[in-house]
């Protein structure tokens, strides 16, 4: 069947085709010399490939209209024929109803990705007001930028090249600049045979520059560099993005056909697994937002074991900024002890009923040294907050014995002096005056000691027989690696080693003699591990062991490792059991695995399914309580007891939690 002729049957089938092609994400580099029909594309009227994969829709639904396309293998020519009336026929106006903008998928987070088509001239065509053809790169008809051939007047005194951006909130389409500053003049149409268009997009920055070459000659640039709107570069250059060729008419001009010799895709340079935020709190266009808030991003982690880079967080990359004259607000910068999320906390109130944009560059890295892709939310506040309670207030007294360590633990012992725990396996003790002063500090290097370094020191607690005279105190430890910490970034702290975590009883006037009373607990590469200890009610020791994931499943962020049988967990310890003793309470890998569950086990399982409970208490009603650390987005859930498997889901709240023996908690 030729010239246009096609039945409603092989319509039907070819709109099946377009379907089945929609999906399509082409690999680089990607050239088509329309000479060979291509299979599994968007045919043209005679049923031939053409070896573009998409339509871009129009709200009408108008978008095929496979007669006014023709692959034509001989001459190695695409002709794509324009249709439309009044103001109908294009992707600008309220309408959006172009036609025939053959597109197709591509990994487009490169930097340098390079788009390329040659239009046969002349195209002297192109002589009513507002006919064009071209190619694009965009989301869709209402989110892209074109650069194109037109006549933006009558006759040939009005034929331009157009470089120009579109996006249409609901109103018509709005670019960001006029028509006058969007254009460059090359001559009379009549006299070009080849129009070469050249788009080149750069994923890192958020740029895309144009340039183009006549009738063969060298490429020259489009007269600027635009940069992309933040909130729309993690769309247009993702791993679908979207590029084409459009040909359009409008305003009652006469239909126009385009030739197209070639089209042609090539990748820049990689920017691997681009981390990403996923949502903010406040969300991107929430109104009454309180005053007193901060700004938490929840991130996606692609890369195994790349948190956020503390590093690459600072007022150049994460901004918060007032809308209506561009003021940069003041505040902290900071992430989770994991690094799987970012957090603004402006330093004052934010002003009422005032618009802000929360913005994070590409200049924000994880850890493995991947940019984030730019990311922008806007947010207005209301009345709410803002408002201090001047009758309560609190005076901060400096410890001078105490700056320059990064404690996790505070506990007094018997002998009524203060201990504490520091993060690379130091306790330190101070005598404590009656107003709350500290002197005489002492530095207990027995876990290093012990251990040949430093380690993960998270909780000391003292055993209730504990006196003066005789102290006994337990602490909890584990490698000291996957943790986020400038100051030992010559350690170079990779992702820590399962099975590493220790309960360690120490004795002596100066906690001089240790034990390893518990090894082979799990540890996470990042920093969950064996957390808090508590003594409870009924003598025991107990200890909150957190997960080794972010939501129960493997997933990139934490190094891809499955939960193993005592992670998640608050376990009992019986140090009367246990003794002069050491067990080793591993359950995977050795040739004796520990069993939790055996009768008159001195570490047994307490209770489970919690993510990363990072302190323990029991109150005088003799329950246990803690809080859970839930987790950013980006997780994934195992599925069982007729809940299905989740992926990539959002973020998880803390919890507090009455713990009861024996239960699971998720």
């Not at 709109?15 to 968007?42: C, K, W, Y």
């Not at 399962?498 to 009883?505: A, D, H, P, Q, S």
């Amino acid at each position: 069947m030729k010239s246009g002729q096609t039945s409603d049957n092989n319509l039907e089938g070819l709109e099946h085709r377009q379907l089945m092609a929609a999906g399509t994400v082409v690999s680089l580099p990607f050239r088509l010399d329309f000479n060979a029909t291509i299979a599994d594309s968007i045919v043209d009227k005679d049923g031939e490939g053409t070896g573009l994969t998409r339509v871009q829709a129009n709200k009408l639904g108008t978008e095929y209209q496979p007669a006014l396309i023709d692959l034509n293998t001989t001459t190695g020519r695409l002709n794509i024929t324009s249709t439309g009336t009044s103001s109908a026929g294009s992707s600008g106006g309220t309408d959006n109803t172009q036609a025939n903008a053959l597109e197709t998928q591509f990994d487009g987070t490169s930097s340098g990705l390079t788009i390329t088509a040659r239009l046969i001239g002349p195209l002297s065509n192109l002589a009513s007001s507002y006919q064009s053809a071209g190619i694009y790169l965009g989301i869709d008809q209402d989110n892209l930028i074109k650069f194109t051939a037109i006549n933006m007047g009558s006759g040939t005194g009005s034929q331009y090249l157009q470089f120009k951006d579109e996006f249409d909130t609901g109103s018509g389409p709005v670019s960001s600049r006029s028509d006058t500053l969007n254009r460059v003049s090359i001559g009379s149409f009549a006299s070009i045979t080849t129009l070469d268009l050249r788009i080149i997009g750069d994923a890192l920055n958020g740029t895309v520059n144009a340039y183009y070459s006549v009738n063969g000659g060298a490429f020259a640039q489009f007269g600027f560099n635009y940069t992309v709107p933040t909130s729309k570069q993690a769309q247009f250059f993702s791993t679908t993005a979207r590029t084409g060729l459009m040909v359009s008419q409008k305003n009652n001009a006469a239909p126009i056909t385009a030739i197209f010799d070639s089209f042609e895709i090539t990748a820049g340079q990689s920017l691997g697994n681009r981390p990403s935020v996923t949502a903010t709190r406040p969300a991107n266009g929430e109104t009454n937002v309180n005053r007193d808030i901060f700004i938490a991003a929840d991130v996606n982690l692609p890369n195994s074991g790349g948190g956020v880079d503390t590093a690459t967080i600072n007022t150049s990359n994460v901004k918060l900024i007032r809308a209506s004259d561009g003021a940069l607000i003041g505040g902290v910068i900071n992430t989770t002890g994991g690094g799987d999320a970012i957090v603004f906390t402006p330093s004052s109130p934010l002003a009422a009923y005032t618009s802000y944009t929360f913005q994070i560059t590409h200049g924000v890295k994880d850890t493995t040294g991947s940019p984030f892709m730019p990311y922008s939310a806007t947010f207005t506040t209301g009345n709410t907050g803002g408002t201090v309670d001047t009758s309560i207030s609190f005076t901060k007294t400096a410890q001078t014995l105490t700056q320059g360590s990064r404690y996790t633990s505070l506990a007094f012992g018997p002998d009524h002096k203060l201990y504490a725990t520091t993060i690379d396996g130091k306790i330190m003790r101070w005598n404590v005056a009656a107003d709350g002063s500290l002197s005489a500090a002492q530095q207990i290097l027995t876990i290093q000691n012990m251990n040949g370094g430093h380690r993960s020191t998270i909780s000391i607690v003292f055993d209730p027989a504990s006196t003066a005279n005789n102290l006994i105190a337990y602490v909890s430890h584990s490698d000291f690696a996957g943790l986020e910490l400038k100051e030992y970034e010559s350690e170079n702290l990779g992702q820590a080693s399962n099975w590493t975590g220790k309960v360690t009883k120490l004795t002596g006037a100066n906690l001089q003699t240790g034990q390893d009373i518990v090894t082979g607990l799990p540890r996470s590469v990042r920093d969950h591990q064996n957390y808090q200890m508590a003594f409870g009610p009924d003598g025991k020791l107990y200890i909150s062991q957190s997960s080794m994931s972010a939501m129960g499943s493997p997933d990139n962020a934490w190094g891809n490792k499955a939960e193993v049988l005592m992670s998640a967990s608050i376990l009992q310890i019986d140090t009367a059991a246990i003794g002069a003793s050491t067990i080793n309470v591993r359950t995977e890998g050795v040739a004796n695995p520990y069993n939790p569950f055996a009768v008159g086990a001195p570490v047994a399982l307490y209770a489970t399914g919690l993510r990363s409970a990072y302190d323990i208490l029991f109150h005088r009603n003799g329950k246990m309580y803690s809080a859970t650390n839930g987790s950013a987005a980006g997780g994934n859930t195992p599925g069982g007891g007729g809940a299905a498997a989740l992926t990539n889901v959002a973020t998880q709240d803390d919890f507090l939690f009455k713990i009861n023996q024996g239960a699971y908690y998720g």
